[in-house]
Every structure is written in C-alpha cells, then in structure tokens.
Nanobody, 132 residues
C-alpha cells in the first residue's frame, strides 16, 4: 500500500512544463525530507531532487538544475516538483519519496539523499511523457 500519493504526470511537448504533487496518504509519520526519483524504461532509477522539510535545503541532480524546482507546503504536507523546459530525456515514471529520519548537516544530507537509502516511503509513481 503506497504511503505517498503522486499526481500531475501526463503528456507534454518538449519545452513545456508540468508540476507534480505528492502528499502522504495518511498523516501518521513525521517527515524530515522528501524527494523525487525517476525511472525510464531499461534504465536504473535515478535521483532527481530532494528537499529538507524545513525548506532550508534543496538538492538537484545536475541534468535538472535550473529547469526543475522542488518545493513544499507545510500546511498541506505536500511536496511539489515544478518541471520546466522538459526535454526528450526527461520522460520516466517519477516517484515521490519521504524520509522519516533526521540527517544533520548539509553535506551529509546531500550525500545520503541522492540515494534511495534514507527513504522509508515511496509513492506508486506517475508517468511523465515528453513529445518532440
């Protein structure tokens, strides 16, 4: 049973934008960080972006820097991924993830949260398709 629920995927033309949203299906665990991973057919799952729930730190995979923005709304317990200037290499199933354990230090946060290791909860994934 997915603990996180994503929405917002779909089909968009290259150069277009999409915004993904993700929220816990039930408010029963603390969140210290959330993020997004993606997996294209035949490829390994890869890190996209992460945010410390305080909002003090965000971290991006190099290929999405300047195009994607991760943000959160504490009141709604929701994380967003605004994706602009979508490219043909961006299509994938995008997974929302959440970490219930605190990680101290910005460097440690970046080093750990670009891997699947710290994440306790995963969404079911939402498909993003980019047409050329």
């Amino acid at each position: 049973q997915a603990q996180l629920v994503e929405s917002g995927g779909g089909l968009v033309q290259a150069g277009g934008s999409l915004r993904l949203s993700c929220a816990p299906s039930r408010r029963s665990f603390h969140i210290y960080a959330m993020g997004w991973f993606r997996q294209a057919p035949g490829k390994e799952r890869e890190f996209v972006a992460a945010i410390r729930w305080s909002g003090t730190l965000t971290y991006y995979e190099d290929s999405v820097k300047g195009r994607f923005t991760i943000s959160r709304d504490n009141a709604k317990n929701t994380v967003y991924l605004q994706m602009n200037s979508l490219k043909p290499e961006d299509p994938a199933v995008y997974y929302c993830v959440a970490d219930s354990q605190y990680t101290d230090g910005d460097y440690a946060f970046k080093e750990t949260h670009k891997t699947i290791g710290p994440y306790d909860y995963w969404g079911q994934g939402t498909q993003v398709t980019v047409s050329s």
